[in-house]
């Protein structure tokens, strides 16, 4: 079974900073693109930035020059550093990762279970 735990996140003050951690376990062959989500209230669920197990980036317009997300494949862990938080970026954050479970021949999208972050102005 294939879990992903999130940690981080909390209240922080405008202009302040936070990191997301998201680890990935189970029986596992391989993952692809790893990612942060967010979902502020009253809002759909829109994407923050991905990174590939090469190293690619991609950002959300939003918080380009502001976050950071890094991986370390042997770990299994992506992180998101925050910086410059604004009152905007209060939401939930959600990790994805692309895996491929050990035994199969297809890769899907899980989870994590959300960490919230709040920014107050």
């Known amino acids: 079974q294939v879990q992903l735990a999130e940690s981080g996140g909390g209240l922080v003050q405008s202009g302040g900073s936070l990191r997301v951690s998201c680890t990935a376990s189970?029986?596992?062959?391989?993952?692809?693109?790893m990612g942060w989500y967010r979902r502020a209230p009253g809002k759909q669920r829109e994407l923050v930035a991905t990174i590939t197990s090469g190293g690619n980036t991609n950002y959300a317009d939003s918080v380009k020059g502001r976050f950071t997300i890094s991986r370390d494949n042997a770990k299994k862990m992506v992180t998101l550093q925050m910086n410059s938080l604004k009152p905007d970026d209060t939401a939930a954050y959600y990790c994805n990762a692309n895996i491929r479970p050990l035994g199969t021949y297809s890769n899907r999208d899980y989870w994590g279970q959300g960490t919230q972050v709040t920014v107050s102005s």
């Open positions: 189970g029986s596992i062959f391989s993952i692809s693109v």
